[in-house]
């Protein structure tokens, strides 16, 4: 598939301006400090590569952190918050069920620091989130989303730090939100707003309904409309923007064990060809330094590598490697572990092409959405469900 690169400005996010239109998006247990570092200096190259070196790339998000764990200061939700010192701007997303806790985490951000830019959860599909009335299932209910966004941006504003709002479509097909929350989020003076073109009830299943993303862009007009869902390569995020219009592209799954589509994003939208085809032995030295930084990122070397070894089978897709040497390497305990099982491969295997493109990371199957008790009788919340949403926060942990 060959596309021209569409021309777009570069994206403004309240005062940052990023010259590739892309933003990492947020993923649980992948996005911390280690894997945004990887993906930057890729997109850096993209730039490098097309001639437009010294730029901001592209914006990397932290993984989801909750609002109240936050304000509590845990442990974890701590080291999530970190960020390298060249890194910026510095990307926070929160997930939140509550205006008074979101806006005192935005405080807390602001006041110690630590943000430059801070995304809010309205799409996450699990169970455990949606259960409680959070996640994807928050924006049914019209005015706690709106307070949630309205909280967020007062405590934010002052400092210059803009919050975004990422969602999805809606609960399910009948019930749908992102253009009543579009609009909201455009009211309350949002910078940006970012739709995955899935209902909660599709999880990561079927096909992203690019149309949506047409659909927001044509309603929500003063701000940055961006689109996520099934962007596997540059060539598949040019695609979007052309049939869309949306004025920027969120990638998720895509770069799973591939922290080089970055460079291939800046350069495709810096108007460059230029695409990174590894061989097994770069890949393996990708993946090595990834094990590295996760292990400097926890602070132990074992805590690294049982954390790097999710992310095995997503770097060696496509290559020769033979089932009982993936099995090895998925339960490395140290770095000399892996670097004897890296020695025993074939190193000198070209990129395989087709067979390590497309889809990564497991895409489920559709669901009925677990939500609150009669949480589609309304839009507004009652007492019940207040109680349910009030509780939301504590079946998520960290992020």
């Not at 007009?221 to 923007?241: C, F, K």
């Amino acid at each position: 598939m060959t596309i021209t690169a569409p021309v777009l400005p570069p994206l403004q996010i309240g005062p940052h301006t990023i010259d590739s239109p892309v933003v990492l998006a947020p993923m649980a247990g992948i996005t911390n400090r280690a894997f945004r570092r990887l993906c930057r200096e890729y997109g850096q190259e993209g730039l490098a590569a097309a001639g437009s070196a010294g730029g901001s790339d592209c914006l990397y998000v932290s993984e989801m952190i909750t609002s109240r764990a936050l304000v509590e200061r845990t442990p974890i939700s701590m080291k999530l918050i970190e960020h390298e010192a060249g890194e910026s701007p510095r990307s926070i997303q929160l997930y939140a069920v509550d205006p008074a806790t979101v806006g005192a985490a935005v405080r807390m951000l602001v006041e110690e620091d630590r943000a430059d830019h801070v995304d809010l959860n309205f799409g996450c599909p699990v169970p455990k989130v949606t259960r409680k009335g959070g996640g994807a299932a928050l924006p049914w209910k019209t005015e706690l989303f709106r307070g949630i966004v309205r909280e967020a941006v007062r405590e934010a504003t002052p400092a210059g730090v803009p919050v975004t709002v990422k969602m999805r479509v809606g609960i399910d097909a009948d019930h749908e939100t992102f253009l009543d929350a579009g609009r909201i989020a455009e009211d309350e003076g949002v910078a940006a707003v970012a739709l995955h073109a899935r209902t909660a009830a599709q999880a990561y299943s079927g096909q992203a309904d690019w149309s949506r993303i047409a659909e927001l862009k044509a309603a929500v007009t003063s701000i940055p409309v961006l689109g996520n869902g099934d962007i596997w390569s540059a060539e598949d995020a040019l695609a979007m923007v052309e049939r869309t219009g949306c004025d920027g592209v969120v990638v998720g799954r895509g770069c799973l064990g591939r922290p080089w589509l970055f460079t291939d994003l800046a350069a495709a939208f810096a108007g460059s060809s230029v695409r990174v085809e590894p061989t097994l032995r770069e890949v393996c030295r990708v993946l090595r330094r990834h094990a590295e930084l996760l292990a400097d990122f926890h602070g132990d070397e074992g805590h690294g590598c049982r954390d790097i070894r999710k992310h095995i089978a997503w770097y060696t897709k496509g290559f020769r490697v033979g089932g009982q040497l993936r099995h090895q390497l998925g339960l490395v305990h140290t770095l000399a572990d892996l670097d004897r099982l890296i020695d025993s491969l074939d190193l000198d295997q070209p990129w395989p092409g087709e067979a390590a493109e497309g889809q990564r990371g497991r895409a489920g199957s559709p669901r009925v959405v677990a939500l609150p008790d009669r949480w589609l009788e309304g839009r507004r919340l009652d007492g019940d469900q207040q109680a349910a949403v009030a509780h939301a926060e504590l079946s998520v942990s960290g992020g």
